[in-house]
């Protein structure tokens, strides 16, 4: 036998064989120090509440990411490359950007049935009545016009969303950076719409609150929630909901297709009673729930917080949502968007 083809003695093999049971047996006795499986939340850094949040359940993670379009690409990568997460949390436009099909229902009707009525089609994200909910709408919010150390266009708050039309705003107003919202604002009226043109210091939702306190705007069309918080501490800022209504975001969570894990039901609905209700209330964040729930909580608010967080019946009534829109519709409204563009 050649020297380098050793034969192994027996103790040797002995000595290898109860080596090998204990590797084969090392695996199973780390088990409990092995990393846990997580379900993974992705959201947009600030769009859940941190009190919410920090309830989370194991093994469910919050995976915070800077905007939404990263969401939008994690969704897509998930398509071929890698697990989708098992849920996310987007705005209705962002959601309805997505092809339907990306989103499995959501089976949770028990949850769902404690909404509002009006919820139910932005929990079906604007589908057919009698389509599967796919969505869990857990907050709303209007759009509304803040204004900063303008009293005497507060007082002209009956005239609604045509105070953004007045001269002395013009290159002092900030709008949305959506074109459908500034749209929906005039009514889809093309004169208003090319008036509306005229008027803005930018449009950039993003940034229209620090454009609006650090004094380089005096308006800003955004949504309620984002001023709630602010309004208890600055005095400077009022804010004007129309009465004939305004459009409405909408905060929702979403089952990606191919996520298994069953969504942590017991920790949503934690946003649709007390003790967090209140906190949530307090910061903006405004479940659909039914009148009669939000009522009472509104009431502790000094008005008029309290009658911007609820705002009157009629007043809700006349608010809209905006539902996704047909490629020939979003066309249409480029043209009309660009035709209203003010002449160099």
Request: include cysteine; glycine fraction near 6%.
């Given at each position: 036998?050649?020297?380098?083809?050793?034969?192994?003695?027996?103790?040797?093999?002995?000595?290898?064989?109860?080596?090998?049971?204990?590797?084969?047996?090392?695996?199973?006795?780390?088990?409990?120090?092995?990393?846990?499986?997580?379900?993974?939340?992705?959201?947009?850094?600030?769009?859940?509440?941190?009190?919410?949040?920090?309830?989370?359940?194991?093994?469910?993670?919050?995976?915070?990411?800077p905007e939404p379009q990263a969401i939008s690409a994690r969704l897509t990568a998930a398509e071929t490359q890698s697990p989708p997460p098992a849920l996310v949390a987007l705005g209705d436009g962002w959601a309805t950007a997505?092809?339907?099909?990306?989103?499995?229902?959501?089976?949770?009707?028990?949850?769902?049935?404690?909404?509002?009525?009006?919820?139910?089609?932005?929990?079906?994200?604007?589908?057919?009545?009698?389509?599967?909910?796919?969505a869990f709408p857990w907050a709303f919010s209007p759009w509304v016009l803040a204004l900063r150390l303008r009293p005497a266009l507060a007082a002209r708050a009956e005239e609604g969303w045509s105070l953004l039309l007045d001269?002395?705003?013009?290159?002092?107003?900030?709008?949305?950076?959506?074109?459908?919202?500034?749209?929906?604002?005039?009514?889809?009226?093309?004169?208003?719409?090319?008036?509306?043109?005229?008027?803005?210091?930018?449009?950039?939702?993003?940034?229209?609150?620090?454009?609006?306190?650090?004094?380089?705007?005096?308006?800003?069309?955004?949504?309620?929630?984002?001023?709630?918080?602010?309004?208890?501490?600055?005095?400077?800022?009022?804010?004007?909901?129309?009465?004939?209504?305004?459009?409405?975001?909408?905060?929702?969570?979403?089952?990606?297709?191919?996520?298994?894990?069953?969504?942590?039901?017991?920790?949503?609905?934690?946003?649709?009673?007390?003790?967090?209700?209140?906190?949530?209330?307090?910061?903006?964040?405004?479940?659909?729930?039914?009148r009669s729930v939000l009522e009472p909580l509104a009431a502790r608010f000094p008005e008029p917080t309290a009658s911007l967080l609820l705002p009157p019946q009629a007043v809700l009534e006349r608010c809209w949502s905006l539902?996704?829109?047909?490629?020939?519709?979003?066309?249409?409204?480029?043209?009309?968007?660009?035709?209203?563009?003010?002449?160099?």
């Amino acid at each position: 036998m050649s020297p380098s083809n050793p034969v192994l003695r027996r103790r040797q093999l002995l000595r290898l064989g109860a080596a090998g049971v204990g590797l084969l047996a090392l695996p199973a006795g780390l088990a409990g120090c092995r990393p846990q499986p997580t379900e993974e939340l992705l959201h947009v850094s600030g769009a859940l509440p941190g009190a919410w949040l920090r309830l989370l359940p194991r093994p469910w993670r919050a995976r915070p990411l800077p905007e939404p379009q990263a969401i939008s690409a994690r969704l897509t990568a998930a398509e071929t490359q890698s697990p989708p997460p098992a849920l996310v949390a987007l705005g209705d436009g962002w959601a309805t950007a997505q092809p339907p099909q990306r989103w499995r229902p959501l089976q949770m009707e028990a949850l769902l049935d404690r909404l509002a009525e009006w919820a139910q089609p932005a929990a079906r994200l604007f589908a057919a009545a009698g389509a599967p909910a796919v969505a869990f709408p857990w907050a709303f919010s209007p759009w509304v016009l803040a204004l900063r150390l303008r009293p005497a266009l507060a007082a002209r708050a009956e005239e609604g969303w045509s105070l953004l039309l007045d001269p002395s705003l013009r290159g002092k107003l900030v709008l949305p950076s959506s074109p459908r919202v500034c749209v929906e604002l005039m009514g889809r009226d093309f004169d208003r719409i090319a008036a509306l043109r005229r008027q803005p210091l930018a449009y950039d939702d993003r940034n229209a609150l620090n454009l609006l306190l650090a004094g380089g705007a005096e308006a800003a069309v955004v949504p309620l929630r984002t001023l709630i918080p602010l309004l208890r501490r600055d005095p400077r800022l009022a804010v004007v909901l129309p009465p004939a209504g305004a459009p409405l975001t909408w905060q929702l969570l979403l089952r990606p297709q191919g996520a298994e894990a069953a969504p942590p039901r017991d920790w949503m609905a934690l946003a649709l009673e007390a003790p967090l209700l209140p906190a949530l209330l307090q910061n903006g964040w405004v479940p659909p729930l039914p009148r009669s729930v939000l009522e009472p909580l509104a009431a502790r608010f000094p008005e008029p917080t309290a009658s911007l967080l609820l705002p009157p019946q009629a007043v809700l009534e006349r608010c809209w949502s905006l539902p996704p829109l047909s490629v020939p519709e979003q066309l249409a409204l480029q043209t009309v968007w660009d035709a209203a563009a003010p002449s160099s």
